[in-house]
C-alpha cells in the first residue's frame, strides 16, 4: 500500500485534477471538492482503486492549494512530490498564524465551502502527508432469513463470516423484512493500520403459514363454521404471543373483521395489534337435513346482498 501512494504522490497535480495549468485558484478548489466526493474509499467500498485515486487527489491539492507553492512548481524549483513537502511547513506556519482565530471561532477564519473535503481528508489517515494510506476497511454485505415469529418476538440467529467463523446475532423485537444489521468490526481489513470495516446484515422474514404482518399490526385470516357465524361463539385464536379466546358476535358474516388489542408486535414498548379476518367455511358434506333447513329458512328470506352492487353498475 505504501508504495502505491508514492507512485500516486509523484503523478503531474493539474492532470491529478483534471486541469490545466491555466486553472484558477477557485477551478482548483472546485475540482478537489468534486473529487473528493467521488473518489473517496468510504463512498466507494466496493472500488479497489478509490483509495490510490484519493491519495493521488489529495496530493495534488496539497500542491496547488497555495499560489506561492503553486508558482515554486510551476517554476521547476519543487517536483510534483513536493521536494520534502515544504508546503507542509508552509501550512503548519499558516495554522500558527490562524490559531486564535479557529480556537475562539470554530470553523470562523477556514473557507465554509472547503469544511466538507476537509473532514474527508482528515479521515483519510494522513495520506496526504506521504507517510502512507490509511483508512478504514470496506463494509461487507450479507443476507440473512430469520423466521416470522423471531423477527416480531425477537431472538438469536448464527451467522458464518469468512475468516470470523459462526457468528452469534442479536434478533431485535420488531425487526422488519429488509432492515439492516450492523456487526461492527466484522467487515473488510483496513487499510494501512486502519479500523476494520463492519458486516451489514440485510434482514429478509421468512412468511408464516398462518400470520401476515403490515407493520406492527398482525394479520389472520380464521375460519368459522357456519353455525358460528350464525349463532355466535367463543373460540380460541392463535396470536404470535400464544393462544387467546375470541368472542363471534351473533350473525357474523365472511370477511368481517374482529380486532385483539395488543396482540401484535411490540416495538419501543408499545404493542400493536391483531386482527382476525372471519371466513365462513362450509361442511365438506352438505347432509339432506342442512338442505331442508336451508331451503325452507329461504322461503321467507329474500334478502338479496348483491342488491346494491348491481345498482351501481350502469346497463
Known amino acids: 500500500m505504501a508504495q502505491s501512494t508514492d507512485n500516486t504522490a509523484h503523478l503531474d497535480p493539474y492532470e491529478a485534477l483534471g486541469l490545466s495549468k491555466t486553472a484558477t485558484q477557485a477551478e482548483i478548489k472546485k475540482a478537489y471538492r468534486k473529487l473528493v466526493r467521488t473518489s473517496h474509499p468510504d463512498i466507494n467500498p466496493d472500488d479497489a482503486g478509490a483509495e490510490a485515486r484519493f491519495v493521488q487527489i489529495s496530493a495534488a491539492y496539497d500542491l496547488l492549494k497555495d499560489p506561492d507553492t503553486r508558482a515554486r512548481f510551476d517554476a521547476g524549483e519543487i ?61 461487507v454485505g450479507y443476507t440473512l432469513e430469520v423466521p416470522f415469529l423471531d423477527a416480531a418476538r425477537g431472538g438469536s440467529a448464527h451467522i458464518s463470516l469468512p475468516g470470523e467463523g459462526q457468528i452469534d446475532l442479536k434478533i431485535p423485537v420488531g425487526l422488519r423484512d429488509g432492515q439492516t444489521l450492523r456487526l461492527r468490526g466484522k467487515g473488510g481489513e483496513g487499510f494501512g493500520g486502519g479500523p476494520r ?59 368481517k373483521v374482529l380486532r385483539l388489542r395488543g396482540r401484535g408486535v411490540e416495538r419501543k414498548g408499545q404493542a400493536g395489534d391483531q386482527l382476525v379476518e372471519l371466513r365462513i367455511v362450509l361442511p365438506k358434506t352438505v347432509d339432506d337435513k342442512l338442505a331442508a333447513c336451508i331451503e325452507e329458512w329461504a322461503k321467507t328470506n329474500t334478502e338479496n346482498p348483491r342488491e346494491a352492487m348491481l345498482k351501481g353498475v350502469p346497463r
Open 79 to 139: 517536483d510534483a512530490s513536493g521536494q520534502e513537502k515544504p508546503q507542509r511547513q508552509y501550512y503548519r506556519d499558516y495554522a500558527q498564524n490562524q490559531r486564535s482565530t479557529r480556537d475562539s471561532a470554530g470553523f470562523e477564519g477556514m473557507d465554509p465551502d472547503d469544511i466538507f473535503a476537509q473532514m474527508f481528508r482528515q479521515r483519510s489517515g494522513g495520506a496526504q502527508q506521504g507517510h502512507g494510506f490509511s483508512a478504514r476497511g470496506r463494509d
Open 197 to 255: 470495516g463492519d458486516a451489514q446484515v440485510k434482514i429478509h422474514i421468512q412468511p408464516h403459514p398462518l400470520f401476515r404482518r403490515e407493520d406492527d399490526t398482525i394479520l389472520l385470516t380464521l375460519p368459522i363454521t357456519l353455525d358460528e357465524a350464525i349463532l355466535g361463539a367463543k373460540v380460541t385464536v392463535p396470536t404470535i404471543h400464544g393462544d387467546v379466546a375470541l368472542t363471534i358476535p351473533k350473525g357474523s358474516s365472511s370477511g
